[in-house]
């Protein structure tokens, strides 16, 4: 069982950034995938951003490209989200997700392990 703990979440003004960091509990196979989701109030759980652990491909919402990166360190287990120029509409929870390379990677459902969420208020 695979636990992932979630830091780096907080209230920023519009235009702001913040650093998401997600640590896993045991090393991270090359055949997993690591990615953000978030969720706002009454709405769905959608995706963010994705990075396949072995060849370090990645994946964006067409909301999010161009302002988040997502990246990894293999020697800490740790995948980081760098949130840029951010928005009041970013605001929500956001979740860290471990699942397999070879799933759709934006589906909620492809993920197998999930972290307790971390709360990012944009204010504007």
């Known amino acids: 069982q695979v636990q992932l703990v979630e830091s780096g979440g907080g209230l920023v003004q519009a235009g702001g950034s913040l650093r998401l960091s997600c640590t896993a509990s045991?090393?991270?196979?090359?055949?997993?995938?690591m990615a953000w989701f978030r969720q706002a109030p009454g709405k769905e759980r959608e995706f963010v951003a994705a990075?396949?652990?072995?060849?370090?491909?990645?994946y964006y919402a067409d909301s999010v490209k161009d302002r988040f990166s997502i990246s990894r360190d293999n020697a800490k287990n740790t995948v980081y989200l760098q949130m840029n120029s951010l928005k009041p509409e970013d605001t929500a929870v956001y979740f860290c997700?471990?699942?397999?390379?070879?799933?759709?990677?934006?589906?909620?459902?492809?993920?197998?392990?999930w972290g307790q969420g971390t709360q990012v208020t944009v204010s504007s």
């Open positions: 045991e090393g991270t196979p090359s055949s997993r995938r």
């Open positions: 990075i396949t652990w072995s060849d370090e491909a990645t």
């Open positions: 997700a471990a699942g397999l390379a070879w799933t759709p990677y934006f589906r909620p459902s492809a993920y197998h392990y």
